[in-house]
Structure formats: C-alpha cells, structure tokens
C-alpha cells in the first residue's frame, strides 16, 4: 500500500501578536443566576474529568442552581475511576464560574425538554482543599509552576476524529459515509454536514473556530480551534468532545477519537501547539537565535524531548494508541525535532515572531486533556530550569535514516506499546511529581490492567495468522 502524503499546510492555530490573555475574574454567581433565568435554563450540568479522561457530570434543576454555584453540590467519589475509597467517598464540586456556558439546542425533543447550561467544576474535599486526584487541579499545579517563573503557555490544538455508519439496531461501525481524502471537496454528504453543524454549534457555544476540513483517510475529519491559555485549552477539548459526539448521534452516525479505528490508513492524532508567553510577548521568538529560536524555546524543546517516553504514557493513553504511532502514517515515532518535515515528535513551524511555537505531535485525541497539557508543560519547564541542550534538529525524513544515522544524530524511539510507555512513566520522576502519587498510582494500576486484559485476548488477527497454519 503506498504510504498517504504528507504535503500538509501549516496548522491554522497561530498565536498572533496580541494573545488574549486568560481572565482572572469571571462572572459572578448573581450575573450567572441572572443569565439563567433570562434564557429560561431549566437544568445545569457541573462537569469534571474522570483520571482516565472520561468527562462526568452531575445535573441539578432550576431548585439547585443557587447551592451549585456556591460548590455546595457533593458526589460520590468512590463511585468514579481513580478518584477514592468508598470510606472516604463524599466530594465537592466547585464550579469555575468563568466556564459557564448555554449548550445550543442539539434536537426538537431536547429543546422541547427545555435549556441546559454547563459549569466545569474543580473537585475538592469536603473541607474545600482541592483533591490531588483531580486532573484540572494537576494542571493548575503545573501552570501555577510556570506563573512563578513568569510564563504562561499558550496551546492550539487540532483534534482529529472520524464519523461512522451505524447497524440498522444503532451499533457503531467502522464503515465509512465517504471515500474522500486531505482537504477533498467533497458533494454534500453526511460528513460534510455534520463538520458544519458542529463548527455552527461550537461557535455559538462562544469558541473560535480557525479551519474545519476532510483529513487524510475517508471518513476523518479535523476541527481546530483558536489558541488560548492551557487551562482554557483543556476545557475546550472536553467540551468539543462531547459536541462532536452529540452532533453525530443526531444524524445517526458514530463520532470516535479511537486513534487508530481502522488499519491500513492514517489514524487520528491531537498536534498541540506550545508557546510560553511573557508580559505578552512571545518567549520563544529570537531573531538573532538559531532558526528565529530564543534560548527559553530550545531549553523547553530540550525538556519535551528528554521526558518522551514517559509523557508517551499520558499523552497516548490506549492499546489502540500504537496501532498509530508507526512509520508511514505521519505520525511520529522518534524522538527528534525540525524545523522543515513532519517525521519528527517536534516541529517548529515557519511563522516567527509571537507565531513562533513547538508543534508536538505524538498526542491523540483518547488522551486526557488536562493530564496531557500538565505532563507537557512539566516537561517543558525542567528542560528550562535544568539548563537543558536540545539534540540539533533533523532536516531530513527520519524514517529513511539508518539505524546508525539515528545513533549519530542522538535520534530515539518512542515506546512501541502500551507497557513500554507505562514502564518509561514509572521511572520517570518529573513525571511523577506533575502528576502526583495519587493520579500516578491509579493511572498505572488502571493501564497496567488494561495491557493485561489485551495479552489475554485472542485477537482475529492471531486465527487468521495462525489457525490453518498450526
């Protein structure tokens, strides 16, 4: 099978010169109680993130919207994966008051059953000290890290996902709706459809759409949003999964992130798109620095590099996660950077100046957004307070080098399955201390229990390999 292109365009997710910088205070709870009652808002969802990724929520109608908002709104923490022990289960939710949004109308029957608006929630004790389980607060850790240093990191993310048939009984499928490629126009299709109903949806949930396209394999597509602030960033991503998802279900189709649904064809990555910012400006630009680089960019640079393989494990979070890290497909599997091809894990795209940024290119869209970010960012950061040096940059097509030409240019490999890259996390003490014993520990035992259920299986590969012949 010949191997896709890769004549891909620059990413759309910019920073430009005068980045919108994060708002430290939000509405207040009297404004959201307000804003409620004048759209008529019946139920109010306060969303959290499970450590695997998994996006939860509790509703609460019209009677409780004064008690949620102030965080007076408990769980059962037990009940949730990673989170506590049923002895000490009870947890609060503290909504971040600058997260509120009114979801737009996705069906007749759903409007009919009246308006429904979001808080992303942070998860405490009950005596309010925020939980070390929780993934958004293991972000916060990291970007409070990054404050104290001066910085703050921007991300622009390009989530790709693809969109299935469903059975007649409404079982997904991984039967395509379209034979299109990269950037096809295609006639109008389901696909095509669905792409614009969920760029209308997000954009009157208040995102800002930057490009919406047909990716490489059929049946893929990609949605990027503007850059903002990690934490932000983060939210979105969970956000936009859920949307994607909604819209789908309402055209009868099946929206997956599974990275790699389908063999033979590329799989669906999450390039994210780095830069650290100072008192506005953009800390990576140099002019006078090799390749428009500021010495900040390549200790950061330096940083994501060394900690790779363990990041590998937060950022590449399944089995089916590997199935789309090999040569061929355009996703990364050595650990490198440049600044001219994309067989690198790094990729510093053309635009200098407050455009500069790193394009890291191993994450895929099943990973946890706030998990990932945080590893990330801790990643970047001890590259700079350990005075790192990156290896030089690779200008060439990594897959047609040698093994000794990658020994020459200090060219690694990122792990090839899921217990390597659990074994590079654990001894990885970076990593650790970003994510905390708590999330580390549970995160470990669930994928460590997830390797071994995939060993024990009998896959259809292994009878059509092996059944006739022995």
């Not at 002019?287 to 640079?301: D, H, K, M, N, W």
């Amino acid at each position: 099978m010949t191997p896709p292109r890769s004549s891909k365009t620059p990413a759309p997710s910019d920073p430009t010169p005068n980045p919108r910088p994060a708002q430290p205070d939000g509405p207040g709870v009297e404004s959201i109680l307000a804003r409620l009652q004048e759209a008529e808002v019946k139920f109010l969802r306060l969303q959290f993130t499970d450590i695997l990724g998994n996006t939860k929520n509790v509703e609460v109608p019209k009677s409780q919207f004064s008690k949620a908002l102030n965080g007076d709104v408990t769980f059962d923490g037990s009940a949730v994966e990673g989170f506590t022990r049923v002895e000490e289960s009870d947890m609060l939710l503290r909504p971040d008051l600058r997260t509120f949004l009114i979801y737009p109308q996705f069906s007749r029957e759903e409007g009919e059953r009246g308006k429904v608006a979001r808080l992303i929630c942070d998860v405490t004790l009950p005596d309010g000290t925020p939980f070390e389980g929780d993934p958004r607060q293991v972000l916060k850790r990291q970007i409070d890290r990054a404050t104290a240093l001066g910085f703050e990191m921007f991300v622009g993310t390009e989530p790709e996902f693809f969109l299935f048939e469903r059975t007649p009984a409404g079982v997904g499928s991984t039967v395509t709706h379209d034979r299109a490629g990269y950037f096809d126009l295609a006639p109008i299709d389901k696909g095509e459809r669905i792409r614009r109903e969920i760029t209308n949806k997000l954009v009157e949930m208040g995102f800002e759409i930057e490009a919406a396209h047909h990716e490489v394999a059929p049946g893929q597509h990609e949605i990027d949003f503007r850059y903002a602030p990690a934490l932000e960033t983060a939210d979105r991503i969970a956000t936009f999964k859920f949307v994607v998802k909604r819209v789908a279900l309402e055209y009868g189709l099946l929206a997956s992130f599974l990275p790699k649904p389908i063999p033979g064809v590329n799989g669906s990555g999450m390039h994210c798109h780095l830069s650290l910012f100072r008192d506005g400006v953009n800390a990576f630009a140099d002019p006078a620095g090799e390749y428009g680089l500021s010495r900040t960019a390549e200790q950061f640079i330096a940083g994501l590099l060394d900690h790779a393989g363990g990041m590998t494990a937060i950022t590449n979070p399944l089995v089916n996660s590997y199935k789309r890290l090999v040569p061929g497909f355009e996703a990364p599997v050595n650990v490198a950077w440049s600044t001219s091809n994309r067989s690198a894990l790094i990729r510093i795209p053309a635009k200098r100046g407050n455009s500069t940024r790193a394009e890291v290119r191993m994450p895929d869209p099943s990973c946890n957004p706030y998990l990932a970010l945080a590893v990330m960012l801790a990643a970047g950061l001890d590259g700079m307070e350990q005075n790192m040096e990156p290896a030089p940059a690779i200008q060439r097509n990594i897959f047609k080098m040698t093994v000794r030409e990658k020994r020459h240019h200090r060219v690694r490999e990122l792990p090839t399955d899921l217990r390597e890259a659990v074994e590079e996390l654990e001894k990885d003490d970076v990593m650790r201390r970003a994510l905390g014993e708590h999330v580390m520990d549970h995160f470990v035992a669930a994928k460590r229990a997830e390797w071994r259920e995939y060993s024990a299986a009998v896959h259809q590969w292994e009878l059509d390999r092996y059944l006739d012949l022995i």
